[in-house]
C-alpha cells in the first residue's frame, strides 16, 4: 500500500486506528505517499502522527506544509472504555465488558458508525453492498488459512493430522459463517427489533 501510495496510484486513504507514519518501515517513503494522497481520512480517538503528517515539527517532521496538497479529515471515535462489546486473543478466550463512560461531544462508536452508513438503504441492500466489498477479502483469508493446515492431515503425527482437520474445518465453517450466517441472523434480529419499535 505504501508502495503504491508513493507511486500515486492511490487517490485516498481510510486510516482506522492505525497510526501508519509510526507503524510503517520506511518513515520517508509513507510521509512521501501520503503527501501523493488527494484525501485522507484518520479516525483515531487521539490526535496522531498520520493525522498531523503535513505538520513541520522540525527534526522529527521536516516538511514543507505548503508543498502538501493532501487534504485531511480527521473523525474521532470512541475507545474501549465508552463502548460494550466483545474482544478475544490467541488464547481463543471470547470475554465481554460493558460500557464504562460515555464519549466526550457528538462522537460515536463503530456500530453507531455503521448504522449512518447504512441510514436511507434497507438491512438486504446495506448487508449485499457490505459483502461485495468485503465478502472476496474474507473468503481469500478464509480459504488462505485453510489450505495452511490442510496438509497437516498427512502428518504420520496422530495429534497434528487431527489438528490440521480441525482447524481446516474451523476456518471453512468460520468462514461462511461471517459470509452467511451472521448477516442472515442480524437481518433476522434487527429487523424484529424494528417491528418492536414501531408497534
Avoid at 507511486?7 to 497510526?19: E, K, R, T, Y
Avoid at 485531511?72 to 474501549?80: A, D, E, I, K
Avoid at 465481554?96 to 447504512?118: M, S, Y
Avoid at 480441525?166 to 424484529?192: C, R
Wanted: hydrophobic share 50%; charged share 20%.
Amino acid at each position: 500500500m505504501v508502495d503504491m501510495m508513493a507511486a500515486g496510484q492511490i487517490n485516498g486513504l481510510f486510516c482506522q486506528g492505525l497510526n501508519i507514519m509510526m507503524a510503517a518501515p520506511q518513515k520517508e517513503k509513507t510521509l512521501a505517499g501520503l503527501s501523493k494522497l488527494k484525501w485522507l481520512v484518520v479516525i483515531d480517538p487521539i490526535e496522531t502522527e498520520t493525522a498531523r503528517f503535513w505538520e513541520n515539527h522540525g527534526e522529527f517532521n521536516n516538511v514543507n506544509p505548503k508543498s502538501i496538497q493532501t487534504e485531511v479529515f480527521q473523525l474521532p471515535t470512541s475507545v474501549y472504555v465508552e463502548e460494550e462489546g466483545s474482544f478475544t486473543n490467541s488464547s481463543r478466550v471470547i470475554q465481554w465488558h460493558w460500557k464504562a463512560a460515555d464519549g466526550p461531544g457528538d462522537i460515536v462508536d463503530e456500530l453507531g458508525q455503521a448504522k449512518i452508513v447504512r441510514e436511507g438503504k434497507d438491512l438486504t441492500t446495506a448487508y449485499y453492498e457490505t459483502l461485495n466489498f468485503t465478502g472476496r477479502v474474507v473468503a481469500l483469508i478464509g480459504v488462505t488459512l485453510a489450505a495452511g493446515v490442510v496438509t497437516w492431515a498427512l502428518s504420520p503425527i496422530k495429534f497434528q493430522a487431527d489438528m490440521g482437520i480441525l482447524l481446516t474445518f474451523m476456518f471453512i465453517w468460520n468462514m461462511f459463517g461471517a459470509l452467511i450466517l451472521m448477516p442472515a441472523l442480524a437481518v433476522f434480529l434487527l429487523k424484529s427489533g424494528d417491528a418492536a419499535k414501531t408497534a
